[in-house]
């Protein structure tokens, strides 16, 4: 029986992945640089405020550990991160919402010939 999921220990599991999978791999990693690198128009704060915001919504432990540690790095203030949390909440609930229209659409189309 497992004991815990998602665990800091996974960690040791990085090269394994990396190696099962190299030309997939090399392609998160190069996606993931893009997301993080310095030299955009936007500046890194930002980005990683926005990386942030995102980890939280896919509710990646891993991607949220280090998207905060790079974003305190970058400058972000615990009120920025706060602020980030509940903006990306409020989008969260947000599409949410949006979706349920979807629902409601189609709950008429799957009644209106009842």
């Known amino acids: 029986m497992m004991s815990e999921y998602q665990t800091p220990k996974d960690r040791a599991y990085v090269r394994t992945l990396i190696d099962a999978a190299k030309k997939e791999a090399e392609a998160f990693l190069q996606l993931k640089y893009t997301a993080e690198r ?29 998207h905060i540690q790079n974003a305190v790095e970058a400058g972000a203030t615990r009120e920025e991160i ?7 909440a409020a989008l969260r609930a947000g599409g949410a919402v949006g979706n349920g229209l979807l629902a409601m659409r189609l709950f008429e189309e799957a009644t209106s010939g009842k």
């Open 38 to 66: 310095s030299d955009g128009i936007i500046p890194v704060k930002y980005r990683e405020l926005m990386s942030v915001a995102v980890a939280l919504t896919t509710q990646c432990a891993y991607c949220i550990e280090s």
């Open 82 to 88: 706060a602020e980030t949390v509940f903006i990306a």
